[in-house]
Every structure is written in structure tokens, then in C-alpha cells.
């Protein structure tokens, strides 16, 4: 999932962050933590459909990408908006 999303793997972010607490997660944004929910899920799907794990990973990469541009997309202020409603 870390490598999907984030494009690195726990491991690596611990090595090039040796000052930080925690895992690449506890420094995710929202919209990142949302994406990784929805990507988690998915991946139980593709799991159940038989997928190898190179063809999950880079499926689930698409995805996060798609689902950040569009959050990106639909921006703060159409947010806020919602929330005045």
C-alpha cells in the first residue's frame, strides 16, 4: 500500500527520516488516509479476484493517483461550501 501511494516502502521512509516518530501513515494528509482507506478495500477485492501482487500494486497505484487528482480537482473552497450548506 505505502509503495501505491506513497511511492516508497515503510522502510525507506524510517531511513530517510531517522529524525521522525512513528510510520510514513502518522504523517499522511487527509485526503492521503482517505485514498489508503479506499485503496485497502480494493485491494481486498483484486486479493478475492486473484490478482498477483505486481498487477495489484500497480492498480492500486492508478487508483490513488485518480482519487487525489480528483480530490485535488474538486478543491477547498467547493469544501467549505458544503460545509455553509
Request: proline residues 2%; without cysteine.
Given at each position: 500500500?505505502?509503495?501505491?501511494?506513497?511511492?516508497?516502502?515503510?522502510?525507506?521512509?524510517?531511513e530517510?527520516?531517522?529524525?521522525?516518530?512513528g510510520?510514513i501513515?502518522?504523517?499522511?494528509?487527509?485526503?492521503?488516509?482517505?485514498?489508503?482507506?479506499?485503496m485497502?478495500?480494493?485491494?481486498?477485492i483484486?486479493i478475492?479476484?486473484g490478482?498477483?501482487?505486481?498487477?495489484?500494486?500497480?492498480?492500486?497505484?492508478?487508483?490513488?493517483?485518480?482519487?487525489?487528482?480528483?480530490?485535488?480537482?474538486?478543491?477547498?473552497?467547493?469544501?467549505?461550501?458544503?460545509?455553509?450548506?
Amino acid at each position: 500500500m505505502n509503495v501505491a501511494l506513497f511511492g516508497i516502502t515503510a522502510k525507506q521512509w524510517r531511513e530517510e527520516h531517522p529524525d521522525k516518530n512513528g510510520n510514513i501513515r502518522d504523517y499522511a494528509t487527509l485526503n492521503q488516509l482517505l485514498v489508503l482507506a479506499n485503496m485497502e478495500s480494493y485491494n481486498a477485492i483484486l486479493i478475492e479476484q486473484g490478482k498477483p501482487q505486481s498487477e495489484r500494486l500497480q492498480l492500486l497505484n492508478k487508483l490513488a493517483i485518480r482519487q487525489l487528482e480528483a480530490i485535488q480537482n474538486i478543491g477547498i473552497d467547493t469544501i467549505k461550501k458544503l460545509e455553509g450548506k
